[in-house]
């Protein structure tokens, strides 16, 4: 049996992510979030073991490797704060957490890591991205996430171990933050209301369901022919006012768009979305 340790168990990725490896024989899943309490609460916690750890505990005289009952592999999915892309405590709090657990699990034999970055670490790239592209991240959770990426290829310099960095582009899906425009927009639907504030919806991007995300994660995490960056992506743009219509489409929902209500993101470009041949040739291959 292959024990899989999985970090931040319990949000929106996590917990698809947990109920894709338990469909997985020989696979034995060790789940940890920082509290207990909502973990119960989860179809799967009967079924896998669970540790709790807050990152904000963090002791480098503890070995974390041998407290997570020495897993063969980690998906690290953990990071705290999130929508809120902008917000300093990325690189100055979650930043210097995340490198020293993930070196204090490495120093202390864990082998095998498979974390989630983000398409924002390409920056104000447009058109395809592909992982060879040099990164150019403009926001402090990308940036945070990218100097994360680069001190643990520094680190396998001299320390032996599997590195696999999925950039996730964007997901959606049940349990996904009430901020996100799809939460957004099945709030407006359940509230009986006639209209949808958004923004031109003339920006492209690239979508998949978190069925498709957690499973691309696991089928990652699993194999080691593949490693380094790895998009998660569909490889398909489409404009967010299309995916919209789609959505309320499949739902028969009339509900009419207010295009232009808000402004467009300074965050991110109008057109991009993710080359996926390298993620093809695992899930192609499984």
Known sequence: MKKILVTGAT????????????NH???TVIASSSTQENARLASWFP???YIPFNLKDFNN????????????????LAWEGLPNYKAAFHSEENLPRHLSFLKNCIKNGLTDITITGTCFEYGMQEGCLSEDMEASPGNA???AKNTLRKNLEQ????????LKWIRLFYTYGRGQSPNSLISQLDKAIASGEKIFNMSG??????YLPVENVAANIVKIALQNEVTGVINCSSGEPVKVKTFVANYLAQL??????????????DYEPMIFWGDNQKLKTITDNE
């Open 25 to 27: 024989k020989n696979v």
């Open 11 to 22: 949000g929106f990725i996590g917990n698809y992510v947990i109920g894709n490896l338990l």
């Open 61 to 76: 005289d503890a070995n974390y490797y041998e407290y997570f009952d020495q897993p063969d592999a980690m998906i690290h």
């Open 252 to 265: 028969q929902q009339p509900i009419q768009l207010n295009l232009g209500y808000y402004p467009y993101p």
């Open 155 to 162: 680190l396998q310099q001299i320390e032996n171990f599997k």
């Open 201 to 206: 919806g003339e920006q492209q991007r690239d």
């Open 141 to 143: 959770y990308a940036i």
């Open 47 to 49: 079924s896998v073991k």
